[in-house]
């Protein structure tokens, strides 16, 4: 069975260009996250899709947007790209919501390294 | 601010001995902690988990124990592998999971033979 899948792998951009990064669940999983890995920082969460709604976003501006396709596969949008946005975004996929007393977990992709110039 | 707080940002252990990640963390509501193992070029992995209401979990060679009155947790790998080498993220998560897991920075275990 396939993993949680990301692309494009590597992305180049430039600033004040836009970034769409990709992102397709495990089957059956109807919930994805997004998290940003910049240097020297952990993973810190930036949305939360599930059954194609936004469910919650972490503490970023509006430039980072996305949305889940009915297939649950989700898009991560940034736009007007800083310099500060370079960093390894990460897609993850659960069965549902992040319920914990289900024991569920996240499944995570291999991400996408992101480099504005 | 930090919630989860992983300060040790590199371990380097010998084969065969005990590796001892630590997370510390501040937030109160944070009722169920995970840990997560990231090699390069790889997305992280879940590792092991604990419950608040439990103080120790176990999984083979892996245990964490959580001292929720120091709000600490630690994982315990013995005895240590080469293939244990990797990036350890300490992660938590408050009642309901809406605000989604708060990872640590991690620590890079090093094990040497």
């Known amino acids: 069975e396939a993993g949680v899948t990301q692309s494009p792998t590597h992305l180049i951009k430039t600033r004040g260009q836009q970034a769409t990064l990709r992102c397709s669940p495990i089957s059956g999983h109807t919930s994805v996250y997004w998290y940003q890995q910049a240097l020297g920082l952990g993973l810190q969460f930036l949305l939360w899709y599930d059954e194609g709604e936004e469910r919650n976003r972490g503490n970023f501006p509006p430039r980072f947007s996305g949305r889940q396709f009915p297939n649950y596969s989700s898009e991560l949008n940034v736009n007007a790209l800083l310099l500060g946005d370079s960093a390894l975004y990460l897609c993850a996929s659960s069965l549902k919501g992040q319920g914990y007393a289900t024991n569920e977990k996240l499944f995570f992709g291999s991400g996408t390294q992101l480099s504005v110039l | 601010d930090q919630q989860v707080k992983q300060n040790s940002p590199s371990l380097s252990v010998q084969e065969g001995r005990i590796s001892i990640l630590n997370c510390d963390y501040t937030?109160?509501?944070?009722?169920?902690f995970l840990w997560y193992k990231k090699y390069p070029a790889e997305g992280p992995t879940f590792l092991i988990s604990?419950?608040?209401?439990?103080d120790k979990n176990e999984d083979g060679r892996f245990t964490v124990f959580l001292n929720k009155s120091a709000k600490h947790l630690s994982l315990h790998i013995v005895p240590s592998q080469p293939g244990d080498s990797a990036v350890y993220f300490c992660?938590?998560?408050?009642?309901?999971?809406?605000?989604?897991?708060?990872f640590g920075k991690g620590t890079h275990l090093i094990i040497q033979p």
């Open positions: 937030n109160s509501m944070f009722d169920y």
């Open positions: 604990i419950s608040s209401i439990k």
């Open positions: 992660a938590a998560i408050g009642a309901g999971g809406a605000d989604g897991l708060t």
